[in-house]
């Protein structure tokens, strides 16, 4: 066999291995979006009051189209005014935080980093809290959490250009400095609230529910979280060379500076709005794409609309466990933690280093 035959035939062999690996992504890929699909509609078919499967996608079609009505009215109210928004509400905020997290993960290059690594989520339960302690309405509460977690990561982000020490270092410091202080404020607000009213209300609050979702607050909720979307799905092969070091990915010419302020203000925008309608839901930005990383790898071209997805489904499925399960609804931040802190152990013995190795 001539000496050029075996390299040939090693190529042929990596490139049949690529074309595997390709294939079974696309199949993950299918797989977890038609699971996404699924979990949709029985969220919005099941609870105390339960629409059969027929009837569900009947009185969605109807919405686009003339049928005539064989379900029962109640169903019909139930659906649009209660259900779907809270099922809608739970997947957006699933798939922002998800998508958050391994945005922030890759540009920070550890994956024990989580949405609020830069205070958006102390911000925006202090100001929550400050609402409700001034006895705000539902709206205003949900936009004063929305201005304050923007203005604490904005706050963070600058004096970490400030600073003297390297960027990324500084940032992380920064979130720190600043996720301290917000919480301090909030403490002080639970301090001086009153004890019968406004105190149940903060603590209730800041442990996050869906419960109150209603239609305008998808509406609220879904055009930051678009904004945010977008350009992150748009540059996701570059967080690959983010996660290089800041270096290498000039070496290969990439403006790290001007990426890592994209993410940022992106991953703000996801944060910040999904807190502000849902309170304070831990574990999905750090949990969800460490699921990811080990379905599909380190490559954030898939990483990223898998995180999305992944995230959408989790939290639908946490939320139907919270309302469905129990009589008083368990708040979800409670459930996520009790998924989120087994996985944490997990890493912190061992994973997080393998991980972070091989990002």
Sequence with gaps: MRPGAGVLRQQMKETMDERQKKNNTGLKMAILALAFLLIFAVSCTQGRYVISMEDFWRMLASRFAEMPQTWPESAETVLFSIRL????????????????????????????????????????GFGAALSILL??????????????????????YFISRLAKTEHTLAMILSGMMISSLFSAGTSFVKLVADTQDQLPAITYWLMGSLASIKMQDVGFVLIPVMIGTVPLLAMRWRMNLLTLGEDEAESMGINTRSYRAVVVFCATLLTAASVSVSGMIGWVGLVIPHFC????????????????????????????????TTTSEIPLGILTAFVGTPIFVYLLLGGGKRNADRS
């Design 85 to 124: 928004p809270r099922v809608a509400a739970a997947a957006i905020i699933g798939a922002a935080l998800s998508l958050a997290g391994v945005s922030y993960q890759g540009m920070f290059r550890n994956p024990m980093v989580s949405p609020d690594i830069l205070g958006a989520s102390t911000g925006a």
């Design 293 to 324: 990383r080990m379905i599909f790898g380190y490559d954030y071209r898939i990483l990223v609309p898998s995180s999305l997805l992944f995230g959408a489904s989790f939290l639908m499925t946490v939320d139907d466990i919270s309302r469905i």
């Design 135 to 156: 006895g705000m309405g539902y709206f205003v509460i949900s936009a004063a959490a929305f201005a304050f977690g923007l203005a604490a990561v904005f706050l963070a």
